[in-house]
């Protein structure tokens, strides 16, 4: 049960090859999300699940390979990697919004605005959230862990991560000065960078044990995914990405890809997966997987 000490940590299991580790994860943690939305008919039940379904689970990748290499298992860990993913699918929908990106498709399907309306879609949002933090209550680490992941998941999630970063992408959209290279960089390591962070963490943390390598390594990661991103934005299609596209250019907005160029967009982005894979060195090859999860994030088309 989530607080108790008994063996909840175990022999470091063997790495599986990342695309069969991120199809678990993705797996595992959509069925634990469902099980916990069992029953409910409900619109705003039905627009959790839809909101959830169709995401990569890299998040819950990062948190079950974290813990994998600090000896948890996967049962331990579960939890905290379904809180992260209720708590991303939760900012995608509140951030298509009309109110706010006014999107009409996301993962290749209606946004949950337009799939049901924009009541439902705020609900499910926020009860998406309320899910996340019970969820992560439910990781089954020390007492003390729990406290710290909870409080990390809280700050990643808030005014000073993703929250306050979507505000300052908001604001500048509207602003007189296009934003630099240095507030672009600060406002995304906030908007997509601190859950990827807290995700990457969250083993180390679940075990008591240094995390700043794979905060480190969450931090290259995160901001490598939003140059790949800003190159989707310019360079994807559609259908392959799954929701609109050139969206950015429409709006005048400063990205990596408007500051440097594509070229150079792309080294930045090969440089932090660089720096990301040199900080996970304390772990050997049994941090390959993660390696890997670095170099798909940049080659991704979707």
């Keep these: 049960m989530p607080g108790s000490l008994q063996a909840t940590r175990v022999a470091e299991g063997a790495a599986l090859p990342f695309p069969q580790a991120l199809t678990l994860a993705r797996d595992a943690t959509f069925a634990l999300l469902a099980r916990h939305l069992g ?3 409900d619109d705003v039940a039905q627009a959790m699940l839809y909101a959830v379904e ?7 990748f990062l948190v079950l390979e974290g813990a994998r290499l600090h000896g948890f298992d996967r049962e331990a860990a579960l939890p905290a990697a379904a809180a992260i993913e209720a708590l991303h699918a939760y900012s995608l929908v509140h951030d298509d919004l009309p109110c706010m990106d006014n999107d009409d498709l996301r993962r290749g399907k209606p946004t949950v605005h337009r799939r049901w309306n924009e009541t439902i879609a705020v609900l499910a949002g926020d009860a998406l959230q309320g ?3 019970q969820l992560v209550a439910e990781a089954n680490c020390p007492d003390r862990a729990r406290v710290a992941l909870v ?4 700050g990643a999630g808030g005014i000073l991560g993703m929250v306050g970063g979507q505000a300052m992408d908001i604001a500048a959209e509207s602003a007189e ?4 290279l240095d507030q672009i960089t600060r406002l995304q390591s906030r908007k997509t960078g601190a859950l990827i962070t807290w995700s990457a963490a969250a083993g180390a943390v679940m075990a008591e044990a240094d995390a700043a390598p794979l ?5 290259c990661l995160g901001l490598a995914f939003q140059i790949a991103d800003d190159i989707l ?6 259908d392959r990405v799954g929701k609109a596209v050139g969206k950015d250019a429409g709006r005048g907005k400063a990205t990596f890809v408007s500051l440097l160029g594509l070229d150079a967009a792309r080294a930045r982005a090969g440089a932090l997966v660089d720096e990301a894979c040199a900080a996970l060195s304390p772990y050997g090859t049994g941090a390959d997987p993660l390696r890997e999860a670095a170099r798909f994030v940049i080659s991704r088309s979707s």
């Design 39 to 41: 029953g409910l008919t």
């Design 54 to 60: 169709g995401g990569k689970g890299l998040r819950a």
């Design 131 to 133: 899910l996340a933090f």
């Design 151 to 154: 409080t990390g998941l809280a």
């Design 177 to 180: 000065v296009p934003l630099t």
């Design 215 to 219: 905060r480190t390594y969450g931090d």
């Design 233 to 238: 934005d310019v360079e994807g299609d559609a």
